[in-house]
């Protein structure tokens, strides 16, 4: 079992810059694919990043198209968290940010991912 706890949202003006954090306990990161999600009211949970992981313990970083090159996802295994460093904010990336892992599977997937935080609130202002 896997508990996730996001930390980070907050109220920040368009252009500024969040970085979430997510934290584990009950089991180690390193073996996880870690995504972020996000969903806005009224809408679908959507798939925002992710970070993969192989038996040889090569990671990689995907993104959503509209956050590519804006948001960057990293892991710290030796703390057992993983972020999402969000900079030039735009006020369509206001949601809740959810944190999920899972051990194999689509990345993008919602279905695919077993565990998930509570989620952060975060809400840019124009």
């Known amino acids: 079992q896997v508990q996730l706890v996001e930390s980070g949202g907050g109220l920040v003006q368009a252009g500024g810059s969040l970085r979430l954090s997510c934290t584990a306990s009950g089991r180690t990161f390193s073996n996880y694919h870690v995504g972020w999600f996000r969903q806005a009211p009224g809408k679908e949970r959507d798939f925002v990043a992710a970070t993969t992981w192989n038996a040889g313990h090569i990671y990689y970083a995907y993104y959503e198209d509209s956050v590519r090159g804006r948001f960057t996802i990293s892991r710290d295994n030796a703390k057992n968290a993983v972020h999402l460093q969000m900079n030039s904010l735009k006020p369509e990336d206001t949601a809740v940010y959810y944190c999920?892992?899972?051990?194999?599977?689509?990345?993008?997937?919602?279905?695919?991912?077993?565990?998930w935080g509570q989620g952060t609130q975060v809400t840019v202002s124009s």
């Open positions: 999920a892992a899972n051990s194999m599977g689509d990345y993008q997937n919602v279905k695919a991912y077993p565990y």
